[in-house]
C-alpha cells in the first residue's frame, strides 16, 4: 500500500500549461480490472479536498474545461491549461487498489502560478 | 445541498480511544459507500478505510488494521470511526466522504484529531 508518486511541485506562468503526473503500478493505477479508476483533487490552504477529474478524464460539473486527465499503463496525468492564479493550490491523485479492495492517494503536487 | 459535518475530534493521549462521527444529509445516504480520508499536519491525503452501502463489507490501510472501526447506521444517515490503540502517527484531521465508484465528490469539514502525552 504505498502511495502514488508525484512531483512535489510544478510551476507555470498565467495562460501557461502545467502536467502533473502520478505513477502507480500495476496493482493500482494501471490495473487492468480498474483500468478507470483514477481520480484528481484540488486542495487550497486550510480548505476541504474537491473533485475535479474522476474515471481518469471526466469533470464533474462545475470544474472549468481547463483542467484535463489522462492515463498510459501505470501513470496518470492531470493537465491544467491556461493557468490562472485561483489554480495555486496542491493537487492529490488517487486510485482503486488491491483489486478494488483498497485505495490509494498520490504524494501530491504542490502548483505554483509565477 | 449534500452536508457531511464531522464530530468527536479532540485531544487523546497515546493508547487511548476515540470515536468520530460523521452526519450526512443532502442525498441518498444508505446508497453510497463511505470513506474516512485522513490528512496529517502538514502532509497529504491518506485513505483509512471504507464501507460499502449495507455495511457487509468493510475495508482498511493496513497501518490501521485492527485498531480502528468503520461502522455506519443507516436510520441516522451517520458514519463512525472506532479509534482504538492510538498512537502519535494517527494525529491528523479526519474526512469523511461520500464513494462514487472510487471517487469521492462530497467531503466533510473534517476532525482533528491529536494524539499526544
Sequence with gaps: ?114 | EVHLVNSGGGLVQPGGSRRLSCAASGFTFSSYWMTWVRQAPGKGLEWVATITQDGSDRYYVDSVKGRFTISRDNGKNSLYLQMNSLRVEDTAVYYCTNEDWYRFEYWGQGALVTVSS
Design chain 1, 1 to 114: 500500500q504505498s502511495a502514488l508518486t508525484q512531483p512535489p511541485s510544478a510551476s507555470g506562468s498565467p495562460g501557461q500549461s502545467v502536467t502533473i503526473s502520478c505513477t502507480g503500478t500495476s496493482s493500482d493505477v494501471g490495473d487492468y480490472n480498474y483500468y478507470n479508476y483514477v481520480s484528481w483533487y484540488q486542495q487550497h490552504p486550510g480548505e476541504v479536498p474537491k473533485l475535479i477529474i474522476y474515471e481518469v478524464s471526466k469533470r464533474p460539473s462545475g470544474v472549468p474545461d481547463r483542467f484535463s486527465g489522462s492515463k498510459s499503463g501505470n501513470t496518470a496525468s492531470l493537465t491544467v491549461s491556461g493557468l490562472q492564479a485561483e489554480d495555486e493550490a496542491d493537487y492529490y491523485c488517487s486510485s482503486s487498489a488491491g483489486r478494488g479492495n483498497l485505495r490509494v492517494f498520490g504524494t501530491g503536487t504542490k502548483v505554483t502560478v509565477l
